[in-house]
């Protein structure tokens, strides 16, 4: 596999790309129509989907009955073909297809098992703790975990990792690459690293990421972290609910993203206190407020226990909440060493 990046990427080389689906697809359409698309950035049928109909109304200036014409054409297309899941399925269809879904190592057994088998794609898995938890290591690990056979516990995929904290260490990956006996140049490689600036260059990350996701096979994407710039930018009270509002489109954008390309999402988040939280040892709850509580399908709260960490399943469609105990290590996560 050699995915390098590319700093020349343009649309054009994404359509040799073999999962480059043309809005040309959409045969109902007339040619101006389409041209109205295309200027307005909508090059493929997963554009459409991620950005939704508002956003393709107002970039491409056509009526919002027209927009919900297009996304629905575009909705039964892509059921057609498969990419999607059909609008009435099986619950057994959807059984055997999640029995089949990709997971990533976390390099911990532990933290696996947690996982019930490891960072899972289609889905958003969250890990919020305190400084110095793990979060930035589990997301080192994560990029050199995908790109390993499946047999591995990979995906035999590349990460794209946007990094808001200007914490991505490259000799970070470099170490835990070898400690895992792989090649770090071919890791590095195989990992695309996006620094964001401020929120709104975050979103404009985020909107170009498709055509990255498509180009160097892509099945990881990170956040590290993901609303770190929201809360600096929008400070007090009065700018609150419009922090809240651009939160919630970033993250259904990112649940888009992860559902239409089939990979996985890890992002990090901070912690604030809380008060009134029921746990005894769970004194802080995520930042963001439930906007993020009810979006992330996974939630993971990482805690210090000594030398170790704890992780803790806090919210999941299908996992009871449980704890575990991992370890950092020169290999990145892992689990702790018997004494
Ligand atoms: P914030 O981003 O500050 O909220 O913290 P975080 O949760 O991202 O913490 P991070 O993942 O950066 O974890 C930092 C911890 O990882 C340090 O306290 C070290 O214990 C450990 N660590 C970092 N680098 C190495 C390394 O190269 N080797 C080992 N063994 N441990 C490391
Ligand atoms: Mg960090």
Sequence with gaps: MNHSVDPEYSSVNQKSNKDFLSIDLLSDLSIDLLSQLKEGGFLSLKDVIIEGPLELSTRCGISMDDSNFIYNQTITFLEDIGVIDMRFTPATTLYDKRKRIGRISTGSQNFNKLLGGGIETNAITEVYGE?????????????????????????????LYID?????RPERIETISKARHQNPKQILDNIVVARAYSSSHQELILSESSRI??????????????????RSEFLGLSSLSLRQQRLNKLIHSIMRIAQTHQI??????????SPETGFANLSF????????AHSSTYRIYLRKSNRNRIARMVDSPNHPESETVFSIGESGITDPQKE
């Design 131 to 159: 400084f110095g938890t793990g979060k930035t290591q589990l997301c080192h690990t994560a990029c050199v975990m995908v790109q390993l056979s499946y047999s591995q516990g990979g995906l035999d995929g590349g990460a």
């Design 164 to 168: 808001t904290e200007n914490t991505f």
């Design 213 to 230: 996701i498509e180009s160097q096979n892509i099945k990881l994407l990170i956040f590290d972290s993901a609303i770190s710039l929201y």
């Design 264 to 273: 996985a999402v890890l992002l990090t988040n901070q912690v604030q206190s």
């Design 285 to 292: 709850k995520a930042a963001g407020g439930n906007i993020f």
